[in-house]
């Protein structure tokens, strides 16, 4: 089993549409989770963090983290063109390294 | 933006040369990592550390080498390359923040073609 897991999508939404991004990890020990985003080309920039269970909103973005089913989400309300790129989940081991899934690639339709 | 600098951007090159990327941090950030990218496939982690004369390696095998003489500074290095090497090469640093946890700072990549 890989340490990540997200579906490689591509996921289309509608503009305007809500998108939502699922990530699955296996070290039940994680302490800390992350989204990035990563446009073709570019390098990864950090999205939001998440530490806790629950929701934690920024702007059009809410990251959502369930440990006990160890399921990290992130939501993007109001969809954009400029949304359109690769999520990438990224979770913080027991060894303190950052591990990262392959990616979703999200495609806004304008 | 980023306080991480990576060079060169692009490296076209031959087969069995020696090549070193360059990674250079200004943020005094104590912990550096390379990432392996191929062109639409996850970021697999080669190389970390977590300060000077400490370098790991990662979960994938690589067969390129790091140091880690000077905290700003985490070069890779390859001492014949193959065309099994071409990617893109990433180069993070991290400093722990109020919960703890890793945030990564990305530079902006070396793209590797080995002819």
């Known amino acids: 089993q890989k340490e990540v897991e997200q579906n490689s999508g591509p996921l289309s939404v509608p503009e305007g549409a809500i998108a939502s991004l699922n990530c699955t990890y296996s070290?039940?020990?994680?302490?800390?989770f992350f989204w990035y985003r990563q446009y073709s080309g570019k390098s990864p920039e950090l999205i939001m963090s998440?530490?806790?269970?629950g929701d934690k909103e920024d702007g059009r973005f809410t990251a959502q983290l369930n440990k006990a089913s160890q399921y990290v989400s992130l939501l993007i309300r109001d969809s954009q063109p400029s949304d359109s790129a690769t999520y990438l989940c990224?979770?913080?081991?027991?060894?303190?390294?950052?591990?990262f899934g392959k990616g979703t690639r999200l495609h806004i339709l304008p | 933006e980023a306080d991480i600098y990576q060079t060169p951007r692009y490296l076209v090159i031959g087969t069995g040369k020696k090549i070193t990327l360059e990674c250079s941090q200004t943020?005094?950030?104590?912990?550096m990592y390379w990432y392996q990218q191929d062109p639409g496939m996850e970021l697999h982690l080669i190389h970390y550390?977590?300060?000077?004369?400490?370098?790991e390696k990662g979960d994938l095998s690589s067969e390129s080498t790091v140091s880690r003489i000077r905290t700003e500074h985490f070069p890779l290095t390859l001492e014949s390359a193959r065309p099994s090497h071409t990617s893109q090469y990433l180069c993070?640093?991290?400093?722990?923040?109020?919960?703890?946890?890793?945030?990564?700072?990305f530079g902006a990549g070396s793209r590797l073609t080995v002819l």
């Open positions: 993070a640093s991290s400093a722990q923040n109020r919960a703890g946890a890793n945030v990564l700072t």
């Open positions: 070290d039940r020990v994680s302490q800390s």
């Open positions: 998440i530490y806790s269970n």
């Open positions: 990224a979770v913080m081991n027991r060894d303190d390294k950052i591990i």
């Open positions: 943020m005094g950030h104590d912990k």
């Open positions: 550390s977590y300060g000077v004369n400490s370098t």
